[in-house]
Nanobody
Framework: VQLQASGGGLVQAGGSLKLSCAASGRIFSSAVMAWFRQAPGKEREFVAL????????LFADSVKGRFTISRDNRKNTLYLQMNSLKPEDTAVYYC???????????????WGQGTLVTVSS
C-alpha cells in the first residue's frame, strides 16, 4: 500500500482546510487509518483515526470538535476536514495505515509523505 497525502497550504487562523490521502492497493475492511502531525521542533503526534469498515473514530483532545475524519471506500481515500484552525495546528500532516486501533506511531506500518499546513495568526 502506498499513501499520498495532499491538500496542505497556508490559511489564516479561523479558516478551514481539507486534507486527502489517496491509497493505492487494497485497504482491507479491518484496517485503521489515521492522521498524525509534526510541528517544527516537536515530536510527531496523533491527530485522528478511523476504522475503515465501521467508521468509528477517535480524536486527539486538541482537535476534538474542530476536525473531522472520514473515508471514501470507492475512492480509497482518507480525509481530514480541519475547521477553526489555530496557529498551533501548524505542522506537517501525515496519513498512516495500520491494523490496530491505536494512537501510537509504531502501530502504523504504512505512511504517506506528509503535507504542510501553515496557519497564520
Amino acid at each position: 500500500v502506498q499513501l499520498q497525502a495532499s491538500g496542505g497550504g497556508l490559511v489564516q487562523a479561523g479558516g478551514s482546510l481539507k486534507l486527502s490521502c489517496a491509497a493505492s492497493g487494497r485497504i482491507f475492511s479491518s484496517a485503521v487509518m489515521a492522521w498524525f502531525r509534526q510541528a517544527p521542533g516537536k515530536e510527531r503526534e496523533f491527530v485522528a483515526l478511523i476504522r475503515w469498515n465501521r467508521e468509528s473514530t477517535l480524536f486527539a483532545d486538541s482537535v476534538k470538535g474542530r476536525f473531522t475524519i472520514s473515508r471514501d471506500n470507492r475512492k480509497n481515500t482518507l480525509y481530514l476536514q480541519m475547521n477553526s484552525l489555530k496557529p498551533e495546528d501548524t505542522a506537517v500532516y501525515y496519513c498512516a495505515k495500520g491494523s490496530h486501533y491505536g494512537t501510537r506511531q509504531h502501530e502504523y506500518n504504512y505512511w504517506g509523505q506528509g503535507t504542510l499546513v501553515t496557519v497564520s495568526s
